[in-house]
């Protein structure tokens, strides 16, 4: 058992290490963006290139996340603004499963 | 030959170590350490989140899967029996 | 003596210090995640975890009782409800100062309106996403902390009775 454990804790260990190693730094776009997209007007985090725009006259991807709301992690962006209406019914969920907790667990206020 | 590189060697890894976990976590009869060990196939599981990368999830999947589902579990298994097939 | 404070459901001196330590740290780690969630990873749900699983370090450290009687379930309920009511007044806004339903009216305007440039990453961007966060951070660590104590409060009493 304790070999087990040495295991595990060399395990997360090397875990954690490998995280702070490979994290990217703060503010920083990855390292091949800059090759991959040149001519980049506004710095690309977080895989830009899923809502990228295809300008068809131009023949060149633009950049239209970052400009539309302002926020770096694309992610996010697509998350609370383009599919803001999943996070509403996420948010609904999960008032519906809190709701339901409190009407079944709940005690009246002494 | 093939060439396999670290990453490779690292998602083969977590696959194992995540397999394994997850047999134990079937295989013991003391409920505690089955939670446990479902603990340490979600952390895995962010891991290998984390090397897809998904940060977020990994995040999510840290907090959700290794503390609250198993301080839950563990909430449930004080009020009820700690090992398997106790026949009361 | 030892027994009892394990009836008690209260677990050892430096579990609890531990404790005491890390539930600060892990609050302002998770006010740090919800607040940058629009530039880097994390967002509200991932922070709110973060911060519900810190309400659960005290409730395993110090006993349901002990925790019940600094802060109660219905109050996190209402801070949850608040969460969401945020959410809903903020969309709302977006329908009449702007186009739609969810609209980010915010994009340049002085409060979050900034649009980082090459290289930069400012908190004073994102549009509406920082309050989104915030709204969403509050229903989750509403929400996660009030499951877990109302059910570790029911398990508490049928121990007793």
Avoid at chain 2, 34 to 54: C, N, Q
Wanted: aromatic residues 12%.
């Amino acid at each position: 058992m304790k070999k087990l454990a040495f295991i595990a804790f060399v395990v997360f260990f090397f875990f954690l290490f490998y995280s702070a190693y490979e994290i990217r730094d703060f503010g920083n776009p990855p390292s091949n963006v800059k090759e991959t997209f040149p001519d980049a007007k506004y710095k690309v985090t977080m895989d830009d290139r899923i809502i990228g725009k295809y300008n068809t006259t131009t023949g060149e991807w633009e950049y239209g996340a970052v400009e539309e709301t302002g926020a770096n992690n694309v992610v996010t962006s697509v998350v609370f603004d383009y599919r803001g209406y999943d996070t509403l019914g996420e948010a609904t969920v999960l008032f519906t499963a809190i709701a339901g907790i409190m009407l079944l667990f709940g005690r009246e206020k002494k | 030959m093939f060439e396999i590189s670290l990453f490779e060697v690292l998602i083969i890894l977590l696959s194992v170590f995540m397999i394994a976990s997850a047999i134990i976590a079937i295989w013991f009869k003391d409920l505690l350490a089955s939670v446990i060990a479902l603990a340490v196939m979600s952390l895995l599981l962010s891991l290998y989140f984390y090397i897809l990368h998904a940060p977020d999830v990994a995040i999510a999947e840290a907090g959700v899967g290794a503390c609250l589902t198993t301080a839950i579990l563990i909430i449930t298994i004080k009020a009820t029996k700690r090992m398997e097939g106790d026949e009361e | 003596m030892k027994n009892e404070e394990m009836n008690e459901g209260k677990m050892t001196v430096i579990v609890q210090t531990i404790a005491a330590l890390l539930f600060p740290l892990a609050l302002i780690f998770s006010f740090y995640v919800i607040m940058h969630g629009h530039l880097t990873p994390g967002g509200g749900f991932q922070g709110g975890a973060i911060g519900a699983s810190a309400v659960v370090l005290l409730i395993v450290a110090y006993g349901v009782k002990h925790v019940e009687e600094k802060m109660s379930e219905g109050g996190f309920s209402v801070f949850e409800s608040l969460g969401g009511l945020i959410f809903v007044v903020v969309a709302i806004f977006g329908l009449f100062l702007a186009t739609s339903f969810l609209a980010n009216f915010l994009v340049n305007e002085p409060i979050f309106g900034k649009i980082p440039g090459w290289g930069e990453s400012p908190l004073n961007s994102g549009g509406i996403l920082p309050i989104l966060n915030i709204a969403v951070g509050m229903k989750v660590i509403g929400g996660l902390s009030a499951v877990v104590l109302i059910l570790a409060l029911i398990s508490r009493e049928g121990e007793e009775k």
